[in-house]
């Protein structure tokens, strides 16, 4: 077991050299490119397999640091130093890395092979690997980095190869027009995250998790330094804020559909929306001990963003954008969870949500290249008849996601709705006890309209009758290479929740719940609580979960179209509200992009009017001077010098007439000479 921990920078190292041997070797290997992904991720895959069997069975580890444990493994270096400080460098392996990790590469390698089909015929397929492994590389170093600087960087190289992926199809607008909005939006909390990063160095000298859990909780006693990491953490917040698509930095999420299929399940399942999470938790050593407001902040994002996007998603009719705005939401379910203390609870969604969506996202591949690249489920209808093993994953996943009892999302679900209700903060003790009680609202609410919009999408893609009779007659299952991840990936959609179930513990004696909770447990900030509030959380949640489906069915199953069309005009003002997603986007197009264009239209006058204007002032003016100068040289310097000129050229011209050569005029000029110069001495006398 100690080799695969101490090998375990093998994990990050694979999928990087695999990257740049798919980019060397593109010309050769063209749709082959698949071979080398698959089998790398797979092996990195396994290696963290061993990795997490290392962890548990590691006795001599696992003393707590608050929010973190010890690790199991740790290998760092200087890597810079300034002045007295030095900043550095390494990989750890630690309880929550060593669950991250299968998660992250299992994903990776079902999506990697998926893509060999699915990708099939694509003129680019070594650079959309060479891109995927990359990205998975990013993540890896992402969890098991020691360190918020080592973070950064792989946090960074995850969006430029979000980038890539997005706009895979560049010669299309909108993948063009994706790629460049879901740049430019995480950006804007990138800034706001490597502010924090500073501040947090500035105030406690230090970068790395143990440096930061061993500082923090001294460092807060001081109200001034106290107030300072406040802020850093809500600017690290920042940087969650945008790479896990919480509002406001929502909206690049939904352009990140018009990548290929399989680059949305890894970027919305595994890789870079759930970094803003795990950055959150990670660094809860700071967003734990900072003043109580941070995380009201936190929890109120998470609600806020849960709840709007899964009311979006209710009228969303592209199937990709449907799970999309669901990504946002369960995202939001996590945030919430993190800012509540329910760090336990948020983490473990995090798990079993990353095996449900990615399963989500594949399937609906399948579904769109049964349907002839048709996205749109108002054409769809009938396909669980054509293509029985994507429906009945779909069915996996959608039962996951809805919070039906037994799958897996029913259980991280009612961690985190526990978490909402039983809500310690001390800044929000003195609140109303309405306003206390409002993020388990909310999250009631969005488990209500999660379990609705999931049963919309599924009864209008696998049931009822075709809508497009020429798409559903050509429709046809998937090939192996696309169905087969879906089956691997159902097992852990449906299951992983039941690995927390005493019922599991009694028949395994693995009290693998307990494994979690100790491993990744937040002392001080999760509490006890009665089995009969358990109980009562878990009928509500399964209550709305059903209610949700049952309105979803009945409205789309029973209820005719004109019937709903007619509701709809009832309720007209609030529909097209919706349907244009609060109009968040057009918020965003007048006060930023064409506030932006107004301003670069103006600085562009100005440049043009006035500092060209200036610019041209004053070459008209040299030209004119030089003119002037010209002139004056010519008639005035010139002139002088022609003047003396010509005074010599006309004395020798006299002097020339005087040259006879006749001796007897010599000596009469000489006399006249000699005369005038004594009459003239004698009248100066």
């Known amino acids: 077991m100690d080799f695969f921990l101490n090998t375990a920078w093998v994990i990050a190292a694979l999928p990087l050299a695999v990257s740049a041997l798919i980019a060397m070797f593109a010309g050769v290997l063209r749709d082959r490119a698949w071979i080398p992904g698959t089998v790398g991720m797979l092996i990195t895959f396994l290696w963290s397999v061993g990795v997490l069997a290392a962890v548990i069975a590691d006795p001599g580890h696992g003393g707590e640091v608050l929010y973190n444990t010890v690790p199991a493994w740790k290998a760092s270096f200087d890597w810079a130093s300034f002045g007295p400080y030095t900043v550095r460098m390494g990989f750890q392996v630690d309880n929550l890395t060593a669950l991250m990790l299968p998660m992250i590469t299992l994903v990776s390698v079902c999506v990697q092979y998926y893509s060999s089909a699915y990708m099939h015929g694509d003129k680019r397929i070594p650079r959309f690997y060479a891109a995927l492994n990359l990205f998975t590389m990013a993540m890896l170093v992402l969890v098991m980095a020691d360190n918020l600087f080592l973070l950064l960087v792989a946090w960074e190289i995850m969006g430029l190869c979000s980038y890539l992926l997005i706009g895979h199809w560049y010669e299309q607008a909108w993948p063009r027009y994706g790629q460049i909005k879901a740049f430019l939006t995480t950006r804007v909390g990138d800034i706001g995250m490597m502010v924090g990063i500073f501040i947090v160095f500035f105030a406690a000298r230090d970068l790395t998790w143990a440096g930061l859990a061993e500082k923090v909780p001294v460092l807060v006693q001081d109200p001034a330094t106290a107030s300072l990491l406040a802020l850093g953490a809500f600017l690290l917040f920042t940087g969650a804020i945008g790479k896990s698509a919480q509002f406001p930095l929502h909206t690049w999420l939904p352009d990140a559909m018009a990548g290929p299929t399989p680059g949305s399940a890894i970027i919305h399942a595994a890789t870079m929306v759930a970094a803003g999470v795990y950055l959150v938790g990670r660094a809860f050593m700071i967003f734990g001990h900072v003043p109580a407001w941070v995380l009201v902040v936190v929890t109120f994002v998470g609600a806020f963003t849960s709840l709007f996007a899964a009311s979006i998603a209710t009228l969303r009719w592209d199937i990709k954008e449907v799970l999309a705005y669901s990504t946002i939401s369960q995202l939001g379910y996590m945030i919430m969870a993190m800012g509540l203390g329910g760090w336990t609870a948020g983490n473990f969604h995090l798990l079993t949500h990353a095996f449900f969506k990615a399963l989500l996202f594949l399937a609906a591949g399948s579904v769109i290249h049964a349907h002839h690249h048709n996205q749109l489920l108002h054409k769809m209808g009938g396909l669980r008849k054509k293509i029985p093993i994507t429906f009945w994953t779909w069915m996996v996943g959608y039962a996951a996601l809805a919070g039906i009892p037994g799958f897996s999302g029913f259980f991280s679900k009612d961690e985190l709705l526990l978490a909402a209700l039983e809500w310690h903060n001390p800044l929000v003790a003195t609140w109303p006890i309405w306003l206390q009680k409002l993020p388990f609202a909310m999250a009631l609410t969005t488990a209500f309209l999660t379990a609705y919009y999931m049963t919309r999408a599924t009864y209008l893609a696998f049931f009822g009758e075709p809508r497009d009779m020429h798409l559903y007659e050509q429709a046809h299952e998937s090939p192996k290479a696309m169905t087969i991840p879906l089956i691997i990936l159902a097992v852990p959609a449906a299951l992983y929740g039941w690995l927390g179930t005493p019922l599991f513990n009694h028949f395994t004696n693995l009290d693998w719940m307990v494994f979690i909770q100790n491993f990744l447990h937040l002392p001080g900030l999760e509490h006890h609580v009665e089995f009969s509030t358990e109980l009562m959380v878990t009928g509500m949640a399964t209550a709305a979960g059903l209610l949700g489906i049952f309105l979803g069915w009945y409205l789309y199953a029973v209820v005719r179209p004109e019937t709903r069309a007619a509701w709809i005009a009832r309720f007209r003002p609030v529909y097209t509200l919706v349907r244009n997603k609060y109009y968040v986007d057009e918020f965003y197009d007048l006060v930023a992009v064409k506030t932006t264009e107004a301003l670069s239209r103006a600085v562009a006058w100005f440049d043009l009017n006035v500092v060209d204007g200036l610019v041209n002032l004053s070459g008209t003016l040299s030209v004119y001077a030089s003119e002037a100068a010209a002139w ?35 000596m009469f000029t000489f006399l006249v000479m000699l005369v005038a110069s004594v009459v003239l001495v004698q009248v100066i006398r």
């Open 632 to 666: 004056f040289d010519k008639h005035v310097v010139d002139a002088l010098v022609n003047m003396w000129a010509d005074i010599a050229r006309a004395l020798g011209a006299a002097f020339r007439r005087l040259s006879t050569g006749y001796v007897q005029q010599y």
